[in-house]
């Protein structure tokens, strides 16, 4: 009888090695929102930078610079056009989505208008001695000794008492056969992550019997020994930043704004050409603004953090600076700088809220305070 890593190596080899072959990998494309004209547009432009590096003649090169300029602008103007006309119908399929509780589809539309996220690898934690790892090496091997004492827990020093049945069950106790290997693989969800051998379902659904036809062997092995191939163990542990902590920025808020009425108006019925304000709408359907949403989370969130010990990692965290000089340019908006922000406008700085935040009901009484602020059209915005 073969072993089980070597079956399963065989079937990961052939399953790649066709998928690679046959499917490929995904090639570049162009902006899909370009539009022809853009495109035609950006060519001229190329021409024009040709004429203008190729000219020895000072006149004509001052004619054909200027003639650039103008073909660059033009470009601009119509990639603006086609861009602000690509949002509008993302918007438009979100909010479809939306209506029909489409999630995947809204999720895909959301990361594409926002962006990847780029994740953080420098954010302070700290090691058993409870000092600060600030490297990214040692951060990493803090991670892997955390998760190994964590998941890899040692087996019950007293076996638990689990009684005999009154009956005997029957339960199959055969290998899996192909019909239930191929049962298996069509209730496979598609459009999902893969794993480290890079195989999704969709390759195995794509002809479940010849799938079967080939697992077969290797799960029969593995059933009949009572083992599984050691690439099956392997997991893969991502850390998922919550969301209190993301920063916010001034055009974040204004997609989220935009969306939270478009999806009031929907829920109210008003369509063109009956028109409402967005306060109306707010009014009417007793709703706040996103931005006053956003501020009173964080906020309760920051109370939160402040009210816990000096040496809990949240309360480290936002105490922390990272290490080192930053670049010439104007600084970042981050989360700690919006806090300290809103802070300074009502005349506090992060020592005097964390003697505030030990009284509860003081704490709320600045959080409504804050609040209204806002509301008067001060300067209290997000960045």
Known sequence: MEDTNHLWNQVKTTYQEAGRTILGHRNERHKDWISQEAWQKIEERKDIKKKVLSTKSERIKTQQQQAYREADRAVKQIIRHDKRKHLEDMATQAEEAAYKGDQRTLYKITK???????SITTAPIKNKEGQLLTSETAQEARWTEHFNEVLNRPAPETEPDIQEAEEDLDVVTTPPTK???IRAIKSLRNNKALGPDFLNAELFKSDPPLAAEIL???LTTAWNKKEIPEDWNEGVIIKIPKKECWRMIESDLCKLSSFHTKSLRKIARIFWPKYISNEDLLEQC???TMETIIIRRRWRWIGHVLRKEQDAIPRVAVQWRPEGHRKRARPKTTWRRTVEAE????GQSLGTLRMLAQDREQWKEFVAAL??????GSKLKLN
């Open 112 to 118: 594409q208008v926002c962006g990847k996220f780029r």
């Open 179 to 181: 019909e239930e290997i």
């Open 216 to 218: 077969l062997p290797l």
């Open 286 to 288: 007793q709703e706040e």
């Open 343 to 346: 802070a300074a406008a009502m």
């Open 371 to 376: 609040i209204a602020y806002g509301k008067k």
